[in-house]
Structures are given as C-alpha cells and as structure tokens.
C-alpha cells in the first residue's frame, strides 16, 4: 500500500511542469522516481540528464550545468554545453542536492528564478526549457530552519514534493523484492538460482537501513556462495549496522 500510494503520486505530479523534490532516505529509488515522473509527463520525448550534486565544486557547477565558451578559461578550447542546455525540452535530474554549498544555491536559484542563464565566459543570455526535479535524503525544512539551506531555493524546487517509503514502512514487498532481483541476475548468469521460504521470511523481518541497496548487495553476497542454486540462511550474511 505505502508503494502503491507513491505511485499514484508520482503518476498525478508527473502531469505537472512544476519542478519537483523527491525526499526519501539512500536507497529508496529516488533516480527511478525521476525517471518514472519523466517518461510520463509531456516531455517524455525529451532528454532525461542526471547530475550528482554531492561530487560539484562551483567552478564545476558552472561548466558543467551552464556550459562554457571557448577560451573561458585555461584548457577551455571549444564551447561546451551545459546541461539546462542539453536537457532542453526534458527534464534535468538534480540528486542529492541537500549538501549543494551556498555559492551553488545562489546560483542554482537564479537559474530556475529567471529561466536564464549565461555560460562560463559568454555575454548571451540562454534560456532554460527544462523541467528540474530535485532529490535529496536530507530533511530540508530542517537543512533551511539550521540556515544551511536557502528558504528560497527551498520554496523554487519544491513547487511538489513526493516522499519515497523506505523498506521499514513496506516490509511485505521486501520478499518479492528479493525474488526479482535473483531472477534478474539469472537472467545475467543464465542460472536458476531461488531464495527458500526460510530466506525470504527472515528478509522480510530485516529493518534494511539502506533500503533497496542494501538488500540488492545482500542478495548478491549470497548468490554468489549458494550451493546448488539454493540460497537458504546459512548464504545470508547476517551482519547488519
């Protein structure tokens, strides 16, 4: 129910233009939601460009989402175009972009403010088609309340907001979670290896921190030292944080 619910969600702001923040703890598929919101929106034909935010410095920032004209500066030997360029038309996927510096957000928030931008070393002002959906596993309220977080930037990027389950809050998927990713790696390995009953019941009684990721990497550990394409208790490791 909890992902049938956020489902529905998605599928109803995905009618929208308005930018979007995905919220949810690491491992929740916020990148999926992105691209779910994407391919059923109008600007599905559209390209759908993700940037990781967690690995910018500004100068990086700059170049990368607003592009850069030759000879901007050293090593700048042709114009390069940035990303609200390149995902004109689409929709540009801003993840984890609680920690994102101020200098960033300041120029991040004049961007989705006037629909322009000007690249590194150019004059002409561009305009940005694009839709921007935002995801973060910080509780921005309080990144903003801390003063970490621009107010405005906050109210800019989360026109709607949708918040991602984590396993905790829908254990009964978590066996058919399983199943699914042991067959997609029979399907990689041409194999026919399947979780016991056994197995999947003490999955689904696992708090999983790390949500889909983390259960991801624990059914490869065990796939990986099944004996005879069984995975019983014995193959899952049983140490958690």
């Keep these: 129910p909890a992902f049938l ?17 995905l919220e949810g703890e690491t491992g929740t598929g916020k990148e999926l939601a992105a691209s779910f919101l994407h391919q059923h929106s109008r600007r599905s034909e559209g390209p759908f460009l993700t940037l990781d935010c967690t690995v910018l410095t500004e100068g990086l920032f700059e170049s990368e989402v607003f592009g850069y004209e030759r000879g901007a500066f050293t090593g700048s030997l042709g114009r390069k175009m940035g990303l609200f360029e390149l995902a004109g038309g689409g929709t540009l996927f801003l993840d984890e972009m609680g920690g994102l510096p101020a200098m960033i957000q300041a120029k ?4 989705l403010e006037t629909g322009e931008f000007r690249r590194v070393g150019g004059t002409q002002a561009l ?7 935002c995801a ?8 903003v309340k801390a ?16 918040r991602l389950p984590s396993l905790r809050e829908r254990t009964e998927d978590i066996p058919l979670l399983a199943q699914t990713l042991v067959e997609r790696i029979n399907v990689a390995r041409q194999r026919r290896h399947r979780l016991t009953q056994a197995a999947l019941d003490w999955l689904g009684r696992q708090e999983f921190p790390g949500n889909v990721w983390e259960l991801r990497n624990l059914i490869r550990a065990a796939y990986a030292v099944s004996n005879r394409g069984v995975i019983d208790l014995p193959q899952l490791p049983h140490r958690h944080f």
């Design 108 to 111: 991040l928030l004049r961007v």
């Design 127 to 133: 305009h940005a088609d694009v839709r921007v959906v």
């Design 147 to 162: 003063g970490r977080f621009r107010e405005d930037l906050y109210y800019r990027i989360a026109g709607m907001s949708v």
């Design 136 to 143: 973060t596993n910080r509780d921005l309220v309080e990144e």
């Design 5 to 21: 619910a956020t489902m529905e969600r998605l599928i109803s702001v995905a009618q929208s233009d308005c930018p979007v923040l």
